[in-house]
């Protein structure tokens, strides 16, 4: 994984000391709130429902045993005993102390971590998926383009104050597994014809009010343009965008003003005057990054393991976690496994208590290579496992109660803290996800209803990025109560598609029945070997809406 050089350790360090300034002015009344906003928006600090609330940047996803150690000791001294993973791969702490941030961010600082970026209209964290490196379907290792994204778009003075929020992940396996189509700019690196490496470039993804999937703009970018080619298409944003509303300045809105043609003629123009410039990427500048996500020291291990396929035999248990918990690796005897965050009722999605952060740091040192991944599901990866250490982990991932076997099923919930902390939602989400999981809680159910995403956002702005789940959970607030919109037919990965409302929306305690009665709808509809986002693009919405809402006592609190 990248490791600082002196620039970023005198980058880091000194905005530490620049953000200890700014809260003395703050807390002692030199400055006011609105002044002080954007300065604490930009190290990540947020004003929540209950306190401050911090959000540590983990780039593309990547951590080290001994960063995640750091995180346990934040979670411990300055919070409550834990942190929430977010969907866009970063760390949120929500129990904080304002005048306490800055000795937060020095530790950080001092294992090579921020909180630069995590908010307010710039740049945001740069994202990629969890197997990044390892993936059996990888095409290309996309970290370095996204290291050398970060470090261009750090503390870039261009692009500080965007009209809105900017967002980026790349991708570079057959699957996407980056939710790219949902982002400003979305990446895919692939092989042209020659073998060289080539980027599609889409724009103007985002969910929120406004959910909208991204649209190519360029094929066949050769990577060096990498960067030149993203500051044209920030150019253009950063001068046409709208800045007297905010629910009208993301890009995508700007793009569909404009129209997808128009705007990449816009994007071609501005390219023309920088793209040979001094923002060209060059082998060398590569190279240097990419030598620090070269492969660890992989022994050479036989594909079949007599230990471990002794293991799957006795141990049914065992087994369902390797087929729901494990990912194919791109070393023979060796698998990535995913650390499912989602225990079920009492676990909210993404939470991990300091104990448990410092578990997993340890297993990561004995087990693998000493690095965690967050993932866009809210779990944890580690990446390189040899399969004969499985059995053992899986062990010890139980006693941690971090082994339940359902990734990618319906209780892997994706869900925002919603309204327990933030003081945009409009509802509980996390309630609802207890709610789901207690209600599903058998794996026979789960494993037959097989793959399906759902997942809950507690208002419009859709952090839990309930527009891409195969069911899309909605909190929306109607006269001081909170009622439940249901959305089906989401996709994420190169396939996307946005979920469509089914009817009126339930209150809380109703929404564990009518999930119920859409798998009911999707176990009679169903195909062989078909899945739940198969079938609603089959059949389409109306046969589950029918079934839904069969019975009045289910939508007796419903509202349009």
């Known amino acids: 994984m990248y490791s600082y050089n002196r620039y970023d350790r005198a980058l880091v360090q000194a905005r530490v000391q620049q953000f200890r ?118 095409l290309i290792d996309p970290r370095p383009l996204a290291e050398i994204m970060r470090q261009w778009s750090t503390a870039n003075p261009e692009f500080l104050f965007l009209p809105r929020k900017f967002k980026i992940a790349i991708s570079s396996s057959e699957n996407d597994r980056a939710a790219v189509r949902a982002h400003d700019i979305g990446l895919y690196l692939y092989r042209g014809k020659s073998g060289e490496h080539r980027l599609r470039v889409l724009v103007g993804g985002g969910l929120g009010r406004t959910p909208v999937l991204s649209q190519v703009i360029r094929e066949e970018l050769p990577w060096q343009h990498l960067l030149t080619y993203v500051e044209a298409i920030l150019r253009v944003y950063n001068r046409h965008g709208r800045r007297d509303n905010k629910y009208k300045a993301r890009i995508k809105i700007l793009l569909r003003s404009l129209g997808v043609e128009a705007f990449a003629r816009e994007v071609e123009a501005e390219w023309a005057l920088i793209r040979d410039g001094a923002g060209e990427l060059t082998r060398e500048e590569y190279e240097r990054v990419a030598r620090d996500f070269g492969p660890p020291a992989y022994e050479s291990l036989d594909t079949a393991d007599m230990a471990y396929g002794r293991h799957l035999t006795l141990s049914a248990d065992f087994a369902r976690w390797v087929e729901t918990n494990t990912h194919a690796h791109k070393v023979s005897g060796y698998a990535s496994v995913v650390v499912s965050t989602k225990a079920g009722e009492g676990a909210p999605p993404g939470d991990l208590d300091s104990d448990q952060m410092r578990g997993v740091a340890h297993l990561a040192d004995v087990y693998g290579f000493g690095e965690i991944r967050v993932a866009h599901e809210q779990n944890l990866v580690l990446p390189d496992i040899r399969k004969r250490d499985l059995y053992m982990l899986w062990q010890a991932l139980a006693e941690l109660k971090l082994a339940t076997p359902n990734i990618g099923l319906l209780t892997d919930v994706i869900a925002c803290p919603g309204g327990d902390y933030c003081s945009l939602a409009n509802t509980r989400s996390l309630p609802v996800a207890a709610a789901i999981q207690q209600r599903f809680r058998d794996l026979d159910l789960l494993h037959d209803l097989g793959s399906l995403s759902l997942n809950i956002s507690g208002c419009m702005n859709a952090c839990g990025h309930h527009h891409i789940g195969n069911i899309g959970i909605l909190g929306v607030n109607k006269n001081d109560e909170e009622f439940f919109q249901l959305t089906i037919g989401g996709q994420k990965g190169r396939n996307s598609k946005l979920g469509k409302v089914i009817g009126p929306a339930f209150r809380a305690e109703e929404v564990p029945e009518a999930i119920e009665r859409l798998l009911e709808a999707y176990r009679q509809l169903r195909e062989t070997d078909e899945t739940f986002a198969d079938t609603v693009q089959r059949v389409g919405i109306g046969p589950f809406r029918e079934t839904v809402y069969a019975r009045e006592s289910v939508v007796a609190g419903g509202v349009s």
């Open 21 to 138: 300034d700014q809260v003395s002015r703050r807390l002692s009344g030199k400055l006011s709130e609105e002044e002080f906003l954007p300065l604490r928006l930009q190290n990540g600090v947020y004003l929540q429902r209950h306190a401050y609330m911090l959000r540590v940047a983990i780039p593309y996803g990547t951590l080290s045993s001994e960063q995640l150690r750091t995180l346990a000791e934040v979670a411990d001294r300055y919070d409550r005993g834990y942190g929430h993973f977010t969907t866009r791969q970063n760390i949120q702490f929500n129990w904080l102390e304002l005048e306490q941030v800055p000795d937060i961010l020095q530790l950080l600082a001092d294992q090579e971590m921020h909180a630069i970026q995590t908010s307010g209209n710039c740049v945001r964290n740069i994202t990629t998926e969890a197997f990044a490196g390892v993936a059996a379907d990888e």
